[in-house]
């Protein structure tokens, strides 16, 4: 791998998991001797995030880590009820059925796995993305769903899990896989988007965000 691939790698994870906060200077002599490469690598890791809307370069050479916030949730699920409910519909038409066979398997085992915690949950979920994605085959729609789950991963490090939640979730993506074995596009496309209207209500309740107002406790880095 490149240096700028692993500086871009780990930079972007740093990022996501709220290890560089919003507004973050990054510094390239501390950011060079901290990934152990040189400034050229981590110039081109740091456009490339730049393009993904992860660091300002305007604000100076280095970039700084953009902010992100709650009350911004609205309109980013707007924009992924409309991406991932086409995602839905291709995944019906295209999907490999073992694939999906396991997932509802899986899924089916959830909820007893859900006592250990949630991790192991959410790396299912990952999957299931994962097989839909694959089953989309198309470039340019995964391009704008890599952007959008930047973001929406970021604003998710500012709420706590909610065990009720989790439990209902997995009734809802079994309802999706299972639309996706049977060829029902229509069906994967509407349990999609009650999927995620239920998903961004349990955000902006768990992070204090109503109407896109951002209350004084969501502020700032978790």
Not at 26 to 45: D, F, H, K, N, V
Not at 109 to 135: E, F, N, Q
Not at 176 to 199: C, F, G, N, P
């Amino acid at each position: 791998m490149r240096a700028s691939d692993r500086a871009y790698a780990a930079l972007k994870e740093d990022i996501l998991q709220w290890r560089l906060a919003p507004g973050t200077v990054l510094g390239e002599t501390e950011q060079s001797e901290r990934l152990g490469i040189s400034r050229t690598p981590l110039r081109e890791a740091i456009t490339r995030l730049a393009a993904e809307g992860l660091i300002d370069t305007q604000r100076g050479r280095a970039g700084v880590v953009t902010d992100v916030s709650p009350a911004n949730l609205p309109e980013l699920f707007e924009l992924r009820e409309a991406l991932e409910t086409q995602a839905a519909r291709l995944a019906a038409r295209r999907r490999n059925t073992q694939t999906f066979e396991q997932l509802r398997e899986d899924f089916l085992a959830a909820p007893a796995a859900l006592t250990d915690g949630a991790s192991g949950y959410y790396d299912l979920v990952a999957r299931l993305d994962a097989a839909i994605d694959d089953a989309v085959a198309n470039p340019f729609l995964l391009a704008s769903l890599a952007g959008l789950r930047n973001h929406l991963a970021r604003i998710r490090r500012l709420a706590q899990d909610n065990p009720a939640r989790l439990a209902e979730s997995v009734s809802e993506h079994l309802l999706i896989v299972q639309a996706i074995l049977d060829r029902d596009e229509m069906l994967a496309a509407q349990a999609t988007a009650v999927h995620l209207r239920k998903s961004l209500a349990n955000l902006l309740d768990a992070t204090g965000t109503a109407a896109g107002v951002v209350t004084s406790s969501t502020k700032g880095t978790p």
